[in-house]
């Protein structure tokens, strides 16, 4: 059998929602993406959404907003994807890496703590896999901290966990920003995007800017009532808005995006089930999270993962690794070298760690089909 890694939602019926944008003359950001960031912002409880074409430049706009760049410092788990601090690089500000806890994969508290210094500037919390940073306890913990000379801001990384809570809270409400992606293999895809919310009047105004090279009104606006109207640059800026034609296939994700991910959680809870007792490491789930159950992860221990993901795909399981730690990276390891000694729960999951194919679609039969080769084809290697 053959089961893929990943199949997307979406259906023919979308493509009628393109068709509706094709035939206007606006293809851009425009009253379409108005308006699923309007529905955005009711779906947080807060009062700012913007889109933006991928969660990476959604941050770039955050970090440019924030003003955050050379000799200031943003603290970013080693365990994510690269980008969360590519982002950082990027604006010309230093990456300080924190490792995560063990069993969670999370950044804490505690963890972060440590790496706070009067440079600090920013921490991105990472919401690996779909389950929650305590954000409430990192807010607390970065005002009151001794070493810290200036306000820091918290930039939720939710690429993973749209659809998250945790202590029945939803990203967004302790943070400065919560950045979300809407990459191909996400809950909610439109290909490529992201979104960003925010509860900061003033803040939000300036990532409106940010989003579009700086510019004091995106092209709505400079077309707005059948006319010309003058623009402005006040602050550096990057391209990162969302238009209208990829805007159009969200609506009916995000309006259906609970109801979906009560059958990746029945597919998720199946397979640990399946592997409780074995000699894989799994990811401790939280209680009072209510994870979006975005990746399944698994840990093949005894420096055997590369042979179980070659046994897998001989078996036509296709299966992934999300994520080595960062600061292993080529290009992170010459930068910080000391980085990776620092964060040896990243570094050990990182060489354990590959993802099992996990999407509404999955059907019964692939399930089992799935199951049965871990048994069969990987818990052999991690014995």
């Not at 000694?341 to 799935?370: F, H, K, M």
């Amino acid at each position: 059998m053959k089961v893929d890694f990943y199949r997307h939602s979406l259906l023919p019926r979308h493509a009628e929602a393109v068709a509706a944008v094709l035939a206007t003359p606006f293809l851009t950001t425009g009253k379409v993406a108005q308006a699923v960031e309007a529905q955005l912002a009711e779906y947080f409880s807060l009062p700012y959404a913007l889109l933006v074409n991928s969660w990476t430049n959604g941050a770039l706009a955050a970090l440019l907003a924030l003003d955050i760049g050379p000799g200031d410092e943003v603290i970013v788990p080693a365990m994510t994807f690269i980008a969360s601090a590519n982002v950082v690089e990027l604006v010309g500000a230093k990456v300080v890496f924190a490792d995560v806890d063990p069993s969670t994969l999370l950044l804490t508290p505690e963890l972060a703590a440590k790496r706070v210094t009067r440079q600090t500037r920013a921490v991105i919390p990472v919401h690996l896999y779909g389950q929650m940073c305590d954000i409430p306890a990192l807010r607390k913990m970065l005002e009151s901290h001794p070493a810290r000379s200036q306000r820091v801001c918290l930039i939720e990384d939710c690429a993973h966990c749209f659809e998250g809570e945790r202590d029945g809270t939803k990203p967004g409400a302790h943070s400065d920003v919560a950045i979300f992606s809407f990459y191909a293999t996400k809950n909610i895809t439109c290909g490529e995007g992201g979104a960003i919310v925010t509860g900061e009047a003033e803040l939000y105004q300036r990532m409106l800017e940010t989003r579009v090279h700086g510019m004091s009104s995106g092209a709505i606006d400079r077309f707005a009532a059948n006319r010309y109207n003058h623009w402005d640059m006040r602050r550096l800026g990057t391209k990162a808005n969302l238009f209208d034609l990829l805007a159009a296939l969200l609506p009916d994700q995000i309006a259906t995006v609970d109801e979906r991910l009560c059958h990746r959680r029945a597919i998720a809870n199946r397979y640990r089930q399946a592997f409780a007792g074995g000699p894989l490491r799994s990811v401790t789930q939280l209680q009072c999270c209510k994870s979006a159950e975005h990746l399944f992860a698994i840990g093949v221990p005894n420096g055997m993962r590369d042979a179980a993901i070659a046994a897998l795909n001989a078996a036509g399981v296709s299966v992934t690794v999300n994520y080595r730690s960062v600061p292993e990276t080529t290009f992170y390891k010459k930068r910080y070298p000391a980085a990776s000694a620092a964060c040896q729960a990243a570094y050990g999951w990182g060489t354990e760690t590959l993802s099992l194919p996990l999407y509404g679609s999955l059907s019964r039969e692939e399930q089992d089909y799935v199951i049965q080769m871990v048994h069969d084809r990987v818990y052999p290697l991690a014995r």
